[in-house]
T-cell receptor, first 111, second 112 residues
Framework: SQQGEEDPQALSIQEGENATMNCSYK?????LQWYRQNSGRGLVHLIL?????REKHSGRLRVTLDTSKKSSSLLITASRAADTASYFC???????????FGEGTQLTVNP | DVKVTQSSRYLVKRTGEKVFLECVQD?????MFWYRQDPGLGLRLIYF???????EKGDIPEGYSVSREKKERFSLILESASTNQTSMYLC???????????FGSGTRLTVV
């Protein structure tokens, strides 16, 4: 079952702009994670935010989590062409035992 | 850094063949996972394992089996390959539930 759903499905921006991607989920979670996937490659773990955290930063990445709305957002600041990739949220459900991934947001950063 | 190695980047197999996809991790992770990724369907969990010789079905186990004889190796087996198993297969490992997954580079399997 698909727990997380990303929005938008695709996003195209210019270099230097900020990119915001959203994720909604259905059930209670232990944590939520964001991953990046370059075309034809495996996923790379970016950041994990626990259910008792509201915001987390890592370099140019900022993740927020609103458990009351069952949603999260990933902000990439000052985007670069190299940020072009698909971004996935994944939820570790409180009642489950593994991650469930959404279908991803395809981000294109134009030079 | 943890490394997860999938034995093949690209594979072409014939319908009905038995196919083995191998995955090896080098950081003593307990947990290992096999996903398949298809356009419009995202990543779907096939099987996972939390210990040697242990396996649990994921969301789409039909047509697949797995083997985990050693902690570092988790193999996915397509008993009799079919064209609807053409997909990108991704292996992942993790230390525990509060750490992220480390993925391999993927194996793009085409069944003809």
């Amino acid at each position: 079952s698909q727990q997380g759903e990303e929005d938008p499905q695709a996003l195209s921006i210019q270099e230097g702009e900020n990119a915001t991607m959203n994720c909604s989920y259905k059930t209670s979670i232990n944590n939520l994670q964001w991953y990046r996937q370059n075309s034809g490659r495996g996923l790379v773990h970016l950041i994990l935010i626990r259910s008792n955290e509201r915001e987390k930063h890592s370099g140019r990445l900022r993740v927020t989590l609103d458990t009351s709305k069952k949603s999260s957002s990933l902000l990439i600041t000052a985007s670069r062409a190299a940020d072009t990739a698909s971004y996935f949220c994944a939820t570790d459900a409180a009642s489950g035992s593994r991650l469930t991934f959404g279908e991803g947001t395809q981000l294109t950063v134009n030079p | 850094d943890v490394k997860v190695t999938q034995s093949s980047r690209y594979l072409v197999k014939r319908t009905g063949e038995k196919v083995f996809l191998e995955c090896v991790q080098d950081m003593d992770h307990e947990n290992m996972f096999w996903y398949r990724q298809d356009p419009g369907l995202g990543l779907r969990l096939i099987y996972f394992s939390y210990d040697v010789k242990m396996k649990e079905k994921g969301d789409i186990p039909e047509g697949y089996s797995v083997s985990r004889e050693k902690k570092e190796r988790f193999s996915l087996i397509l008993e009799s390959a079919s064209t609807n198993q053409t997909s990108m297969y991704l292996c992942a490992s993790s230390l525990n539930r509060v750490h992220g997954y480390t993925f391999g580079s993927g194996t793009r399997l085409t069944v003809v």
